[in-house]
């Protein structure tokens, strides 16, 4: 049930405004299940999710229903409107892209009819916008449309394909036969295999946080699902942020909770819900990846998910979480400990605002 008009929940962010990150380089080692070997991961050496990553991906808003076109105006968009100079800058496919069986050689195919020219054609075009192409697969037999090849027992194979094919950034469901693998042992074979392919390729996975993937992913991946699918509707909003509040402790930089895409711009929440939707994915140090047609975006829903202040607070370098702490009947805080000044969300009978309080000692809203 929808909250109260009475309903009240301040977020409070502490020290977003940080002069200064450094970071000596970082390598973690994480153990494949099963090899008894270690194997080591670098996030930090090649700059790959420093911060939350920030772009554009086809599920929320077309489903399956997408094509080279598509994609491509969708990246002009990115440029023309402005998104991309406040970060933006990956093009993500999801799923339905390829044909339903590999090659001969056992390669992924993309789909003939709906993308002729292939990725690699594709991926040059989204790069000549300065932008970055992702693409989408899955840890079992088929993807979860059930319209591709997964890329179980292939990720040696795929990972190279997607890196001959210039991609940036690999999406990896969870979906169909796993081959009585558990997410522990499937996942860590797509990451050796993707730092092995030659190009570095931020890697997101989407466990659908089923094994509580924030406590191993970090060592092997460089986001990770938290939740199940979002919708477009309040109860779903809220109810998966609140999920993934438990695991802010786990955030930093490098690696980061995904509590799913965007739904701003959809239509399935108010103005002021998706004022609250976007301005908690940036406390929440989520990715910011919209999930609407950015090619007919309307005024509003551009001045949500570009204004700078807000994105400014997702992309902090310190790279803390923002949690909540404490709950006073309807009145709920969360905070991040950090630096100088302090930012909240008001959330109010579905509405929601974003603004600093200064100095940091000073707990008043003056």
Known sequence: MAPSSST????????IFSSTFTSSF?????RVEGSGRIRRRTLMDNGLGLTPQMGWNSWN??????????????????????????????INLDDCWGELNRDSQGNLV?????????????ADYVHSKGLKLGIYSDAGTQTCSKTMPGSLG??????KTFAL????????????????????????KMSEALLNSGRPIFFSLCEWGQEDPATWVPSIGNSWRTTGDIEDNWDSMTGIADQND??????????????????????????EEYRCHFSIWALAKAPLLIGCDVRSMDNVTFELVANKEVIDVNQDKLGVQGKKVKKEGDLEHSTETGVEDEISAEVD???????????????DRS
């Open 349 to 363: 009978s579905h509405a929601c605002k974003m603004y600093t309080l200064k100095p940091h000692t000073n707990r």
């Open 8 to 15: 009240l929940c301040f977020l409070f962010l502490l020290g």
């Open 110 to 122: 993309p789909k003939a009819s709906t993308f002729p020219s292939g990725i690699k054609a594709l």
């Open 165 to 188: 094919w210039g991609v940036d950034y690999l999406k990896y469901d969870n979906c169909e036969d796993t081959g009585g693998l558990s997410p522990k042992e499937r996942y860590p």
């Open 61 to 90: 808003h077309f489903h399956c229903d997408i094509n080279e076109t598509l994609i491509k105006e969708t990246a002009d968009a990115m440029v023309s409107t402005g998104l991309s100079a406040v970060g933006y800058i990956y």
């Open 26 to 30: 970082t390598e973690i080692g994480a």
């Open 246 to 271: 438990q695991w802010a402790s786990y955030a930093k930089p490098g690696a980061w909770n995904d509590p799913d895409m965007l739904e701003v711009g959809n239509g399935g929440m108010t103005t």
């Open 154 to 159: 292939h990720e040696e194979q795929d990972a």
